[in-house]
Nanobody, 123 residues
Framework: VQLQASGGGLVQLGDSLRLACAPS????????LAWFRQAPGKEREFVAA????????NYADSVKGRFTISRDDAANTMYLQMNSLKPEDTAVYYC?????????????????WGQGTQVTVSS
């Protein structure tokens, strides 16, 4: 499965962005799609995940109340709506997929990765 991420950009403090991640093929079974991010000099960290089958979601504490993860089954696409962006949200954002629950938060638990998309928030 290949994952295509898009939607990054340069925005200002408080702005919004929506990232999208489209798997190259439909998969079946209980799997999750997730977003991770990596800032320069830092480890890749979990942002949010969603169960494709059940729609249950999980968020990192740092983005709760600001980010919303969703999926469109008809479009076979996952989204990350990011509101009230802060400079500390600046990072390369990666989408990932794996046959895990959305409560899997370690990068090593996900088998498939897309290319990153840069999000930069200026103050």
């Amino acid at each position: 499965v290949q994952l295509q991420a898009s939607g990054g950009g340069l925005v200002q403090l408080g702005d919004s962005l929506r990232l999208a991640c489209a798997p190259s093929e439909r998969t079946y079974g209980n799997y999750a799609l997730a977003w991770f991010r990596q800032a320069p000099g830092k480890e890749r960290e979990f942002v949010a995940a969603i169960s494709w089958t059940f729609g249950s979601t999980n968020y990192a504490d740092s983005v709760k109340g600001r980010f919303t993860i969703s999926r469109d089954d008809a479009a076979n696409t996952m989204y990350l709506q990011m509101n009230s962006l802060k400079p500390e949200d600046t990072a390369v954002y990666y989408c990932a997929a794996g046959y895990k629950s959305p409560y899997a938060e370690s990068p090593t638990e996900y088998e498939y990765w897309g290319q990153g998309t840069q999000v930069t928030v200026s103050s």
